[in-house]
T-cell receptor, first 110, second 113 residues
Framework: GDKVKQSPSALSLQEGTNSALRCNFS?????VQWFLQNPRGSLMNLFY???GTKENGRLKSAFDSKESYSTLHIRDAQLEDSGTYFC????????????FGSGTKLTVEP | DPKIIQKPKYLVAVTGSEKILICEQY?????MYWYRQSAKKPLEFMFS???????DNQTASSRFQPQSSKKNHLDLQITALKPDDSATYFC????????????FGPGTRLTVL
């Protein structure tokens, strides 16, 4: 089965609203990264997390290794937030490798 | 200035041919990686290198061969190309193996006809 399950697979938001994306892990994740893939295909780093939380502007992310999940909260969504969000996890037994989720395609509408 | 350069951006190849995908990073990192993103699957890890040595290989096929001529270079040679190899190939790097976040290049989009 999927090592990293992302939900929802797609999401449509009105500008100015808030939402949360989630990743559940069936592997023993030690670190988590969140990326935004823009329409041109480039992967932009959003967060790198050990267990805990981080905030950057309108984005906030949390990683709970005991409960095996991570979340990404988007506050006051803007048009430029549109794209596909990926989470990826590293495991202690193979710490070279990032295991990616299938992504959440976010569309922010005016 | 881009910190991770991948060349070419787009590549079209015929079945059975051979291609080399180029990756150079200017982040001063010691570890480099290749990932593949196809329409059917999430981003998948392929290889990792640390100080120019292969550390992990999760690619089943020997048709995929990474090549590291310099510490900041990690090219990917693909032989006997098949249509199923069509995907975007991303190069990434991190400060050291298993240490710190990974940064990704812009990708090479390969189409095999």
């Amino acid at each position: 089965g999927d090592k990293v399950k992302q939900s929802p697979s797609a999401l449509s938001l009105q500008e100015g609203t808030n939402s949360a994306l989630r990743c559940n892990f069936s592997i023993a994740a030690t670190t988590v990264q969140w990326f935004l893939q823009n329409p041109r295909g480039s992967l932009m780093n959003l967060f790198y997390l050990v267990p805990g939380t981080k905030e950057n502007g309108r984005l906030k992310s949390a990683f709970d290794s005991k409960e095996s999940y991570s979340t990404l909260h988007i506050r006051d969504a803007q048009l430029e937030d549109s794209g596909t969000y990926f989470c990826a996890a590293e495991v202690l037994s193979n710490y070279n490798v990032l295991y990616f989720g299938s992504g959440t395609k976010l569309t922010v509408e005016p | 200035d881009p910190k991770i350069i991948q060349k070419p951006k787009y590549l079209v190849a015929v079945t059975g041919s051979e291609k080399i995908l180029i990756c150079e990073q200017y982040l001063g990192h010691n570890a480099m990686y290749w990932y593949r993103q196809s329409a059917k699957k999430p981003l998948e890890f392929m290889f990792s290198y640390s100080y120019q040595k292969l550390m992990d290989n999760q690619t089943a096929s020997s048709r995929f061969q990474p090549q590291s001529s310099k510490k900041n270079h990690l090219d990917l040679q693909i032989t006997a190309l098949k249509p199923d190899d069509s995907a975007t190939y991303f190069c990434a790097s991190s400060p050291d193996r298993g240490l710190g976040e990974q940064y990704f290049g812009p990708g090479t989009r390969l189409t095999v006809l």
